[in-house]
C-alpha cells in the first residue's frame, strides 16, 4: 500500500522533464519518501471527507494502490452481489461502495437547476505499466485534463482527463464518470464492481478538471480483492510464509525442550534465556500468520490479534539483542554477573522496545494513509539508532571477552566465542548487503512497485536471518551432561582448562605428577645414603 507521498507518481513521473538531473532528482525524492511510506494497510479503503490536491490543470484524490492477480472467476458488474459471494475464491475486483462526492455550496450555487450534468468527477483505474496513457505524459504535453486546442485535434474531450486507449485493450485505463445535476451539492456514485482481468499494481485515482469544483470533498469506501482473498498481492505470500515460520519455531522449540529435558540438571541460567526467545519467536509467527488469514478473509485488520502480534515482535526483537549483548559480554561463561553495566543494558533494552513498539503500532493499524512521512520517520530513524548501539556494543564486548580468554587461556571457551563471533559478523555483512540490495533496487529502483510480486521476501529475509542466527545459538549453547564445560568457574579452574579437560580430571593428573616426584626424591635420598655408608666403610678398610 502507498501513502500520500506516493500520490500521483504514475501521473507526475513523465512530466518532470527528461533531463538527468530531473530524473535523478525524482528518484532521490522517491529514495527519501520510502521511509515515509505506511507499507501495509486495509484492502478496504475507506475516505472520509477527504479534499483532491491540485496537479496540473486537474484535481486529483488518491484512492489506493495494490498489486491484483487476474480473476479466475468473471464478476459481472452490473450485478450486486450478496454478501455471501464476496467471500468466493477466485474473484478479483475494485468494487466502488457509497462513494460520494460534495462540491462547496458557492459551486453548486452558479449552476443552471434545470441543467443535468453541472459538474463531472471521473474514477481512473490505471496498471502501473499503462501510466503513459494519461495527461500529457502521452501527449508530450504538461496538461492532464484536456483543454479546448487538444479538444480541436479530436484526441480528447474538454473538462475530461486525457486518456490514450489501446483498441486492442481498450477498458486500460479504465474511466468511470459520475455527473453533478442541477444546483445539488452532492452526488453518489452508483455501486459497481470493476472486474480486474490482468495481472498487475493498479492505482486507483479520483479526478476533475473544472476548476469550479474546487473544495469537493470525498466520502465513502472501495473494497479491492484477489482470486485468494484480500490481502494485497505483495503481501499474500507472507501469510503461508509465517506459517511455515511458525512450524520451523514449533520443531526447534521441541527439539529444544527434548535436549533439556534430558539434561535439566545441569540447565545453567543462560540457556533459560533462549528458551525465552524461542516461545517469543513461535507465539510471534503465529500471531501473524492468524492476523494474515483475518486479514485475508475479512479484508480489515483485527486490532486485538494485530496489537499483540506487533507487541510479541517488538517484544521479541528486545529479548534477542539483550542475549546477544549479554552472551558478547559473557555472562555465564567468564562472569557470574554483569554487575553495574546491568541497568545500562535494561535501558536500552527499554529504549529500544518503546520505539519498536511505536514503529510496528503505527505501521500495522488501521487502515492506509493514517501516517505521516515525518512522523514515521521520527520513529524510524531511533530505532536504527539504537540498532546501531547494539552492533558497536555487541562486538566491543566480543573483543573483551576473547581477550580475556585469550589472557586466561581457556581454549575451549575461546573456541566457542571464536565461532560465535564469526556467526555474528557473516549475519552483520549479510545484514548489510541486504539492505544495499533493498534502498538500491526496490526503493531507489522501482518507484512505483512493478516488481510488487517479489516485494514479501524484504520482511521475510528479516526474519528468516534471525532465526538461523538463533539456530547457531542453540547449537552453541546445547544444553549436555558437562556444563561446567563452557558456564563460568573460578578464575585458577579457567587457568587449568585447556581444550575442554575438565577440572577432576586435571586434579588427578597433577596429583600423579606430585606423588611421581616424591617417591623420585625418596628415591634419590636412598641412593644418597647408600653412597655415603660405602664411602664410611672404605675409610675403615684403609684405617685398618
Not at 501473524?288 to 479484508?299: D, L, S
Not at 548489510?432 to 514479501?456: C, M
Not at 582448562?497 to 634419590?524: F, M, P, W, Y
Amino acid at each position: 500500500m502507498m501513502g500520500n507521498n506516493r500520490e500521483f507518481i504514475c501521473l507526475s513521473y513523465d512530466l518532470i522533464g527528461d533531463g538527468y538531473f530531473q530524473k535523478l532528482a525524482f528518484v532521490v525524492l522517491i529514495y527519501f519518501s520510502c521511509f515515509a511510506i505506511n507499507q501495509v494497510g486495509a484492502s478496504i479503503h475507506e475516505y472520509q471527507n477527504q479534499s483532491f490536491f491540485r496537479r496540473s490543470n486537474s484535481f486529483f484524490f488518491h484512492g489506493g494502490s495494490e498489486g491484483l492477480y487476474a480473476s479466475k472467476l468473471h464478476v459481472d458488474p452490473d450485478k450486486k452481489p450478496s454478501p455471501e459471494e464476496n467471500h468466493l475464491n477466485g474473484k478479483s475486483f475494485i468494487r466502488f461502495e457509497s462513494i460520494t462526492f460534495r462540491r462547496p455550496k458557492e459551486s453548486a450555487e452558479k449552476k443552471n437547476e434545470m441543467q443535468q450534468k453541472t459538474g463531472l468527477v471521473e474514477a481512473i483505474i490505471v496498471e502501473v505499466k499503462d501510466r503513459e496513457k494519461i495527461g500529457g505524459s502521452y501527449l508530450h504535453s504538461a496538461a492532464i485534463c484536456c483543454t479546448p486546442d487538444l479538444s480541436k485535434e479530436g484526441s480528447c474531450n474538454v473538462g475530461e482527463v486525457i486518456i490514450h486507449q489501446d483498441p486492442n485493450y481498450p477498458y486500460n485505463p479504465q474511466r468511470i464518470q459520475t455527473f453533478f445535476e442541477g444546483k445539488t451539492e452532492e452526488t453518489t456514485m452508483v455501486l459497481q464492481t470493476v472486474e480486474i482481468n490482468h495481472t498487475g499494481m493498479y492505482y486507483l485515482y479520483f479526478m476533475f478538471c473544472d476548476p469550479e469544483l474546487m473544495g469537493t470533498t470525498i466520502s465513502g469506501r472501495t473494497v479491492w480483492r484477489n482470486p485468494e482473498g484480500y490481502l494485497p498481492g505483495k503481501m499474500a505470500p507472507l501469510m503461508t510464509y509465517f506459517g511455515l515460520m511458525s512450524l520451523a519455531y514449533l520443531g526447534l522449540g521441541l527439539v529444544w525442550f527434548l535436549w533439556s529435558v534430558q539434561y535439566w540438571k545441569d540447565i545453567i541460567q543462560l540457556q533459560y534465556h533462549i528458551t525465552a526467545v524461542i516461545g517469543l519467536g513461535m507465539c510471534e509467527m503465529a500471531l501473524w500468520y492468524f492476523e494474515f488469514a483475518n486479514f485475508n478473509a475479512t479484508g480489515n485488520r483485527p486490532m486485538g490479534i494485530t496489537l499483540w502480534a506487533v507487541t510479541f515482535t517488538a517484544v521479541k526483537k528486545t529479548v534477542s539483542r539483550l542475549l546477544l549483548l549479554v552472551v558478547s559480554m559473557g555472562y555465564g561463561v567468564v562472569r557470574p554477573t554483569l554487575g553495574g553495566v546491568i541497568f545500562k543494558v535494561l535501558l536500552l533494552g527499554l529504549t529500544y522496545f518503546v520505539f519498536s513498539e511505536a514503529l510496528g503500532l503505527v505501521e500495522n493499524l488501521g487502515n492506509i494513509d493514517d501516517l505521516t512521512g515525518k512522523a514515521r520517520l521520527f520513529l524510524v530513524l531511533p530505532v536504527s539508532l539504537l540498532d546501531a548501539c547494539f552492533i558497536i556494543w555487541i562486538f566491543s564486548a566480543l573483543s573483551q571477552t576473547l581477550e580475556k580468554l585469550q589472557i586466561r587461556r581457556s581454549m575451549a571457551k575461546f573456541a566457542l566465542y571464536r565461532k560465535f563471533t564469526n556467526s555474528l559478523a557473516i549475519s552483520v555483512l549479510l545484514s548489510i548487503a541486504w539492505v544495499g540490495y533493498e534502498v538500491l533496487y526496490f526503493n531507489a529502483a522501482d518507484p512505483l512497485s512493478e516488481l510488487w510480486q517479489r516485494a514479501w521476501i524484504i520482511p521475510a529475509f528479516w526474519n528468516l536471518l534471525a532465526f538461523v542466527l538463533l539456530v547457531v545459538i542453540c547449537s552453541l549453547w546445547a544444553p549436555s551432561n558437562n556444563p561446567t564445560r563452557y558456564a563460568y568457574s573460578e578464575e585458577t579452574g579457567d587457568e587449568l582448562e585447556e581444550d575442554g579437560i575438565s577440572l577432576t580430571s586435571s586434579s588427578v593428573l597433577l596429583a600423579g605428577e606430585s606423588a611421581n616426584k616424591q617417591l623420585e626424591r625418596k628415591e634419590r635420598r636412598a641412593s644418597n645414603a647408600d653412597l655415603y655408608r660405602l664411602g664410611e666403610e672404605v675409610e675403615e678398610d684403609k684405617r685398618e
